[in-house]
């Protein structure tokens, strides 16, 4: 286990080399000058040369990488170019707030994934079964910018229940973490009937049931930790989706998180925000598929992670 964490480790670093290498490259490729749009319209050709000087932008690209990637290898990321704060105190600001929304949204995708999922399963074929699969194929289909703006129309506008925007108490969290999770639950719901059918249809499965124990024991007890090994795939994967596709719920709920930070960064085509922003989320996704890759271990002794 241990080589294997290690061997795993040592693969992040070309994994996250390259996502820095395509986010350098690709907000080049974004049309804007960031100095016109930090130095203003009415700015000289003079300040404008002054700002790429103090940006680094008068540089080659290569150069511009190297100084850069050095940075960040010792934490600093450089300063943003419309707060002139640097990256890192920025991204700090708004990292919790994303964590715990998305901790919100995970856990109610999860929560409703499963306890659907297995319903399903196990009321296979009847009306419980398909009722719960059409309302999860509706909810991977649905929109989240749309059912954010449902949910704020009916349950914020309408009945005040909860606010519809920003960040404070745990009823801030209520509209934004519904809306993020949603389409996570549909998904892992899916996967979770059927996965679990295919584990119930298994031999050993029969033979616990053909001995007489209870329903309740053969399938929370023999099938479920089984069937759960895919389930924590899409589940590890949709965190790191969660984290990232944070983006579009937050701006619409206009929640303080990196997400809605990010937007603003593009459109302001702050590059050093960017590309911190992007480089954390990449080096989240990925540590969140490492986790899940050692769980699988711990849910079924039979995989080794030998040589």
């Known amino acids: 286990m241990f080589t294997y964490f290690v061997r795993r480790i040592l693969a992040l670093i070309p994994t996250l080399l390259g996502v820095s290498i395509a986010v350098f490259l690709l907000l080049r490729l974004v049309p804007g000058d960031p100095a016109r749009m930090a130095a203003g319209l009415d700015a000289t050709e003079a300040d404008l040369e002054f700002i790429r000087r103090d940006l680094g932008l008068d540089k080659s690209l290569p150069e511009q990488y190297l ?49 659907t999922g297995i319903t399903a399963a196990t009321r ?101 930790k089984n069937a759960l090994i895919p389930v924590v795939t899409v589940v590890g994967l949709e965190f790191g989706y969660l984290l990232a596709g944070a983006v579009i719920t937050e701006t619409v709920f206009a929640y303080p998180g990196v997400g809605r930070l990010l937007v603003d960064s593009i459109s302001y085509r702050d590059f050093p925000m960017v590309q911190g922003i992007l480089l954390i989320l990449a080096s989240q996704f990925v540590l969140i598929n490492l986790v899940v890759d050692l769980l699988y271990g711990w849910l079924d002794p039979r995989i080794h992670y030998g040589n």
């Open 67 to 115: 100084t850069w990637l050095n940075r960040a290898l010792h934490g600093d990321m450089g300063r943003s170019t419309r707060t002139r704060n640097p990256v890192t105190y920025e991204i700090g600001l708004r990292l919790p707030a994303t964590w715990q929304l998305t901790a919100v949204s995970i856990t109610v995708a999860v929560v409703i994934g499963l306890v």
């Open 124 to 224: 296979r074929n009847s009306l419980l079964d398909y009722g719960s699969m059409v309302a999860a194929l509706l909810g991977i289909c649905t929109p989240s910018f749309w059912l954010g703006l449902m949910l704020m129309l009916i349950f914020a506008v309408q009945l005040h229940w909860f606010p519809t925007s920003g960040r404070g108490d745990w009823r801030h969290l209520v509209l934004p973490g519904f809306t993020l999770g949603a389409g996570a639950a549909a998904i892992i719901a899916r996967v979770t009937r059927s996965s679990l059918l295919e584990v119930l249809n298994q031999d050993y499965i029969r033979t616990a049931v053909a001995k007489g124990l209870h329903e309740r024991a053969v399938i929370y007890r023999h099938a479920l």
